[in-house]
């Protein structure tokens, strides 16, 4: 069974300052991956995702996200956080044929500091 | 353009009552999720559909039945609840043609006593 982990439940960074959110899955092949962003009473919004391909991703917002096979790792980074930028994030793996049955990292709180 | 609607926003129920959640879409989209989100777990799936007249089971489908009569409605029912049901509950929907986008709603907040 796929699984995802988000080793970090909370992240507190200073406005300005670079951002890692790190996640790590579980699965028997290569499988879709995605970042997903909540902010406080708000539904989720897709930030980016990887399928194949170029390893380094970019989505919205400024935030990349590189995807390594040998870590089974896909980290979030951002170089300069913004106040805006404090919600909670969520990782997420989908097989290549398992069409939108997503599975979700338990999330990762940021706290920004001004 | 609405996108994906909730419908109630909040709720509080007692033990064994019964309710519905309506999930509605303007979006077109053919696939729809009911998920809920409790602290520290993230999002599990309840159910899905892949189009209208079809449901499925996702992870955690028990004491929740689902129906899609209509393409853009997406209904989850609790039928006797319990308090183990407390929880957030996003509904989601997803186009074809490969995207793999969920656009989500702005959740149901459901209380058990």
């Known amino acids: 069974a796929q699984s995802v982990t988000q080793p970090d439940i909370h992240i507190t960074v200073s406005e300005g300052a670079s951002l890692e959110l790190r996640c790590n899955y579980s699965?028997?092949?290569?499988?879709?991956l995605f970042w997903y962003v909540q902010s406080p009473g708000q539904g989720l919004q897709l930030l980016l995702k990887?399928?194949?391909?170029?390893?380094l991703v970019q989505g919205i917002k400024g935030f990349e996200a590189e995807f390594k096979r040998s870590q089974s790792s896909f980290n979030l980074r951002k170089p300069s956080v913004h106040w805006s930028d404090a919600a909670e994030y969520f990782c997420?793996?989908?097989?290549?044929?398992?069409?939108?049955?997503?599975?979700f990292g338990q999330g990762t709180i940021l706290t920004v500091h001004p | 353009n609405a996108g994906v609607t909730q419908t109630p926003k909040f709720r509080v129920l007692k033990t064994g009552q019964s309710m519905t959640l309506l999930c509605a879409q303007d979006?077109?989209?053919?696939?729809m999720y009911w998920y809920r989100q409790d602290p520290g777990m993230g999002l599990r799936l309840i159910h899905y559909?892949?189009?209208?007249?079809?449901?499925a089971k996702g992870e955690v489908p028990d004491g929740y039945n689902v129906s899609r009569l209509k393409k853009q409605n997406f209904l989850l029912g609790l039928e006797s609840a319990a308090p183990s049901q407390t929880s957030v509950y996003f509904c989601?929907?997803?186009?074809?043609?490969?995207?793999?986008?969920?656009?989500f709603g702005p959740g149901t907040r459901l209380t058990v006593l």
């Open positions: 989601a929907t997803e186009g074809l043609a490969g995207v793999r986008e969920q656009f």
């Open positions: 699965y028997g092949a290569t499988p879709y």
């Open positions: 979006m077109n989209h053919e696939y």
């Open positions: 990887y399928f194949s391909g170029d390893t």
């Open positions: 997420a793996v989908e097989g290549p044929t398992s069409y939108g049955k997503l599975t």
């Open positions: 559909s892949v189009g209208e007249g079809t449901t």
